[in-house]
Nanobody, 125 residues
Framework: QVQLVESGGGLVQAGGSLRLSCAAS????????MGWFRQAPGKEREFVAA????????FYADSVKGRFTISRDNAKNTVSLQMNSLKPEDTAVYYC??????????????????WGQGTQVTVSS
């Protein structure tokens, strides 16, 4: 069973930065693309960023492009999301997820078959 555990959330002022991390169990971490999603109260879970199994390609939602950076360390089984220039509309619970694919960067929730428990990010104005 794959387990994903997020950390690094918190409260930050607008314009500030946070770095989220996700630790994954299992020996085949590098075989799978990873993604970050977020869900604000009353809204559907939405795609934020994804990275291929070897870390060679990334993809971002338009709303975070240029502000957020996804990265991974396959030796440590971790994936991170560096969030800069945060805005109040970035407030949400952030989830990391493991894709069923190695190379395809999917934006749909259904393409990911393992999820973490989420970490709250709150950006005050």
């Amino acid at each position: 069973q794959v387990q994903l555990v997020e950390s690094g959330g918190g409260l930050v002022q607008a314009g500030g930065s946070l770095r989220l991390s996700c630790a994954a169990s299992g020996r085949t971490f590098s075989n799978y693309a990873m993604g970050w999603f977020r869900q604000a109260p009353g809204k559907e879970r939405e795609f934020v960023a994804a990275i291929t199994g070897n870390g060679g390609r990334t993809f971002y939602a338009d709303s975070v492009k240029g502000r957020f950076t996804i990265s991974r360390d396959n030796a440590k089984n971790t994936v991170s999301l560096q969030m800069n220039s945060l805005k109040p509309e970035d407030t949400a619970v952030y989830y990391c997820a493991r894709s069923a694919s190695t190379w395809t960067l999917n934006v749909g929730v259904s393409a990911y078959n393992y999820w973490g428990q989420g970490t709250q990010v709150t950006v005050s104005s």
